[in-house]
Every structure is written in C-alpha cells, then in structure tokens.
C-alpha cells in the first residue's frame, strides 16, 4: 500500500446502514492543469480492516475500497499547504516516495482542518 492516511477511531462510512470502519485515505494520482492554474488530486478511500490469522509474510490489514474523488486545489492552495507544513515540494516532478510522503502529510493536514465522516482533527 502506498502512502496513506488512517483514521484512529472507527468513522461511519455508510450512514444508511450504520457502518463503521477504520478510514485510509491515499492520493493515487496527483497532476497540475496548467490550463486552469490548479492541481487535482485523485484520492481514494478504502475500510481498513484486520486480517484473521494471518500467514507469515502476509499483511496484517486489509484495504477494501468505498469511494474515490476528484479533489481540486489552487495554486495558492497548494503553496500555503507546503508552506504550513513548512516541506517545500514541486508538484511538477516525478511522484517519488519522498513526495508521496509530503502528500499524504499535506492530506492528513487538510482532514485534521475539514475533518470528513463525522470526525474530528484529532481522530486522524
């Protein structure tokens, strides 16, 4: 699994049927569009849950995707992001594994500002 973001507490993700789970949140892609001076993140949420007896060399957790959404964000956005996290990062080059890590410090940090599922900053 890529660079993530989960939740610390079981978050309702279904509110019909009263479901709760764990939440991981990942962007899975992430591109400018110079054309309307924004980025576009592309990112993911799965239910976390424990895996039964697990073998070795298997995961302890399973990722079961819900939902996937098409987040936008300025260019100002993004450089008061980077400059809150005070990580400077370009967008532009490839999608390393440092830059995964920036960006799933910059998500954690825009879900501890505009808490989704019913959560609270501190729950991420």
């Known amino acids: 699994m890529d660079k993530i ?5 079981p ?4 509110t019909r049927d009263q479901k709760s789970a764990i939440i991981a949140l990942k962007i899975s892609d992430w591109t400018r569009e110079e054309k309307f001076n924004r980025y576009k993140a592309l990112v993911e949420d799965f ?3 424990d895996v039964v007896d697990p073998q070795p060399g298997q995961p302890f957790k399973t990722y079961t995707p819900f939902n996937t959404k098409n987040v ?8 008061d992001l980077f400059d809150f996290i005070a990580i400077p990062v370009n967008i532009g080059d490839s999608y390393s594994d440092k830059q ?8 954690l940090v825009v ?3 505009l808490p989704i599922y019913g959560s609270t900053a501190g729950q991420w």
């Open 5 to 9: 973001v989960r939740s610390t507490v």
């Open 11 to 14: 978050l309702v993700y279904n």
């Open 47 to 49: 239910i976390v849950t």
């Open 72 to 79: 936008v964000y300025t260019n100002k956005e993004i450089d």
């Open 100 to 107: 995964q890590e920036l960006l799933a410090n910059a998500l």
């Open 111 to 113: 879900t501890q500002q």
